[in-house]
């Protein structure tokens, strides 16, 4: 029995001794696994913010330029130094966004380039990332930085003078900052000037070098020329003399080209018909009417066409009107003649007689 007893204790002081080495074990692997959550849901807040920022900065660029309209951007003055508040109520934040306690955005100009000036921000979280025996939690801010694709900055204790980043540091302190910022410290950037940017933001001065399609919902508005290697296609949406508002807007009518002056369509190509004798050659070239010729008549003229299956249709319109009318100065229409033309079928092939017939605009 001794023997016994004393295996027994033997066993149960083994499975002690590994349930502690498991206890132990548990315990660091949980909190290291809180601590990379910590330092994970930090670089999404952090990476919410800077969007916001970002919005910010490319919205009020120009006025955040200009010290007198800076001013007046955020509520309090601060639009150099916005809080989470200040941009949640200027909506360039979700009201959702919590836990921005600890950070702090410092905004300043950055230099000018051949282009344009650009402003940068700095986005600090103050609670420096630390082991609990002090020292850098390397674990955290190689988290921290891994969930920020590599563009954050962090301030490491081999060199406290830096914000060290991926491909640039920046001075600590830096950004009119009172006080440099303490070891451990991480921060994120935002800037206008997006050179080295994959995507196009607001006020892009790169040219996209779009090679497909694009899709535009509402107005296309261009500052300077338009150059096409192909055609330009407008819908038809002008009537003759009917109301239009955008001065100098081009459209059409079928096959004529409008363009609206002083409130109304007024046909271009029929400016390129004004002078009376034109205009009679123009007619009898088309009507084969060159023996006799047509009476000259100041006003223009224009043909209405008449079929056996058909009513009356404006055939060829006066210029001068764009319609098969007379100007408004003129005495009335006279009949001049008709012109047989023939009319053919596409279902049956066969000709029927059309009659055409001119009209005389008399000028008063």
Known sequence: MPKQQGSLLIELSLVLAVLLVLGTGLSAWLKHTAEQQKAENLAYLMLTVQQGVQRYIDTYATQLLHASSSETLLPGGQAWRPTIADLIQAQFLAPEVQGGDHITIYIEPAGCGPDACHIEALIVYDAPLLLDKGGVDLAATAQWLTKTQGKGYVVYEHSPQWLTGAARRLANPSFHMTHALAVGSVALVATTDNAESAYLRLKERRNPDFQADVDIAGALRVEQDIHTQGLLFLAPLAQPEAPCTEEGALSREHSRLFICEAGQWVQVAKN??????????????????????????????????????????????????????????????????????????????LAEARTVSIYGCAKS
């Open 272 to 349: 390129a018909l004004t002078d009376p004798l034109t205009i009679k050659a123009f007619f009898e070239v088309v009507l084969e009417m060159t023996h006799p010729p047509l009476p000259l008549y100041q006003g223009g003229y224009y043909g209405l066409s008449a079929g056996a299956r058909r009513a009356p249709v404006c055939w060829l319109a006066n210029p001068l009107v764009g319609t098969c009318a007379c100007p408004p100065t003129s005495m009335g229409a006279m009949l001049i003649g008709t012109k047989s033309l023939p009319s053919y079928h596409s279902t049956s092939f």
